[in-house]
């Protein structure tokens, strides 16, 4: 069963004489898979990446996630997109607690209350070895931390679908790979469907069960993957 689907996608830029970044673009993300996207600079991943979350709206074509068409920011989704976007004026601890109040606008009701969400952000902030840094503010922190810390907010809310964007860019390849092994692990024992845009073949093959490659004029997809070994789903 399929969780994101998109078809047949164009996505201009700039009016109808911009930037074709998309044309023709498919692609289908079975629930519980773990997909990735590679293919080189300026093809359109981040476009589709966009398209998913519902930050930009096609000019032509169908986006759906859990079989609504996307027609506006999705909140069930978290996202963790290469530059961090943290609000400087809150600490590390508020902005990971940002997406909340996204969602309980769109939602309604969260799950748990603000001391429990507390205590999962500074869990979340332990996994990703920053323990002790909620009080900082962002401005305060390296890149890589910020990028860490970024990818607590995309967890926060327990998503079903997350939606990474080279979220592994402005980190040493030793934080890296930790933080590979985190998101494998949230995959295997939550079940959660990722998207990872990718340019590092190595990180597709390692993390996903499934390899897309794009193509630039026109971003499309032109190469669909099964990695071999990928351990089962069920
Ligand atoms: P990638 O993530 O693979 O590097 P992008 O999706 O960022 O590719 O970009 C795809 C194409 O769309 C590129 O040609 C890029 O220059 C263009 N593009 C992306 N964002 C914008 C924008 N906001 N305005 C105009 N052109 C854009
Ligand atoms: P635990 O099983 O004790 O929660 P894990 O190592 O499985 O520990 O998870 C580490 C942290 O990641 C925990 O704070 C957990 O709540 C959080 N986490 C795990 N899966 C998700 C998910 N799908 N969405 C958000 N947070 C998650």
Redesign the pocket.
């Known amino acids: 069963k399929n969780l994101v689907t998109i078809d047949n996608v164009d ?1 201009r ?2 009016g109808a004489d ?5 044309e023709g673009l498919t692609l289908h993300v079975e629930k519980g898979e773990f997909a990735a996207v590679v ?12 398209l998913v979350t519902g930050l930009h709206i096609p000019q032509k074509g169908v986006v759906t996630v859990a079989e609504e068409r996307v027609t506006k920011p999705v909140s069930i989704v978290g996202m963790a997109f ?1 530059n961090p976007t943290m609000l400087p004026w809150r600490t590390t601890l508020d902005n990971i607690l940002l997406p909340l109040e996204v969602v309980e606008k769109h939602r309604g009701r969260l799950r748990m209350n603000r001391a429990e969400y507390v205590a999962k952000a500074e869990k979340l902030l332990e996994t990703v070895g920053l323990k002790g840094f909620g009080s900082k503010f962002p401005w305060q922190l390296s890149g890589g931390m910020q990028q860490r810390a970024n990818l607590c907010r995309a967890l926060i809310h327990e998503p079903d679908l997350l939606m990474l ?2 979220p592994f860019g402005a980190l040493d390849s030793f934080t890296r790979e930790e933080l590979w092994c985190v998101i494998r692990d949230l995959h295997f024992e939550r079940k959660v469907t990722i998207v990872l ?1 990718t ?1 590092d073949l190595r990180e597709a093959v390692f993390l996903a069960d499934r390899i897309f490659v ?1 193509s ?2 026109p ?1 499309r997809i032109i190469e669909e993957r099964t990695v071999p070994f990928a351990r089962p789903r069920d």
Request: proline share 3%.
């Open positions: 996505m830029y700039g911009g930037t074709l970044a998309v293919g080189p600079s300026g093809c359109g991943k981040s476009t589709l990446m966009k290469q964007d080279e845009v340019h794009m630039s004029r971003g």
